[in-house]
C-alpha cells in the first residue's frame, strides 16, 4: 500500500526556519513529481510548492517563493521543503502529495497520493 509520512512541523516563533520531511513507502517517487500542499482551519487547500519527475523543474505558489525550497532525494525515497522565514500566515496543515506523472500540477486533483499532514504553527 502506498504511503505518504509527513514529519517535521512543530510549533516555531516567526522568522524561524523548519524542515518537514515526506517519506514515502510502497512505490518509488522516481520519475513522478511531487508536491506539497496547506490547509488552514476554514480555508481551502492549496498548493505550496512541487518538484518535477526529473527533480530539474520546481514551482512555488507566490506566497512562498524565495522563503521555501521544495527538494527530492530518490534514494531515501523522500521530499523534503525547507520552510526560512516563517510568518503566522504560513501557519496550517502541510500535506505531501504524488503525482502519477513526471511535471508538476498545483491542483488537488492532479495528485494521486497523499499523506496524512503535518501541523507547523508559527507563533508572532
Known amino acids: 500500500q502506498v504511503r505518504l509520512a509527513e514529519s517535521g512541523g512543530r510549533l516555531v516563533q516567526a522568522g524561524n526556519s523548519l524542515r518537514l520531511s515526506c517519506a514515502a513507502s510502497?512505490?518509488?517517487?522516481?520519475?513522478?513529481?511531487m508536491g506539497w500542499f496547506r490547509q488552514a482551519p476554514g480555508k481551502e487547500r492549496e498548493f505550496v510548492a512541487g518538484?518535477?519527475?526529473?527533480?530539474?523543474?520546481?514551482y512555488y505558489a507566490d506566497s512562498v517563493k524565495g522563503r521555501f525550497t521544495i527538494a527530492r532525494d530518490n534514494a531515501k525515497n523522500s521530499v523534503y521543503l525547507q520552510m526560512n522565514s516563517l510568518k503566522p500566515e504560513d501557519t496550517a496543515v502541510y500535506y505531501c502529495?504524488?503525482?502519477?506523472?513526471?511535471?508538476?500540477?498545483?491542483?488537488?486533483?492532479?495528485?494521486?497520493?497523499w499523506g496524512q499532514g503535518t501541523q507547523v504553527t508559527v507563533s508572532s
Open positions: 510502497g512505490r518509488t517517487i522516481v520519475g513522478v513529481a
Open positions: 502529495a504524488l503525482r502519477a506523472r513526471s511535471n508538476i500540477r498545483s491542483g488537488e486533483n492532479d495528485y494521486d497520493y
Open positions: 518538484i518535477s519527475g526529473g527533480g530539474v523543474t520546481r
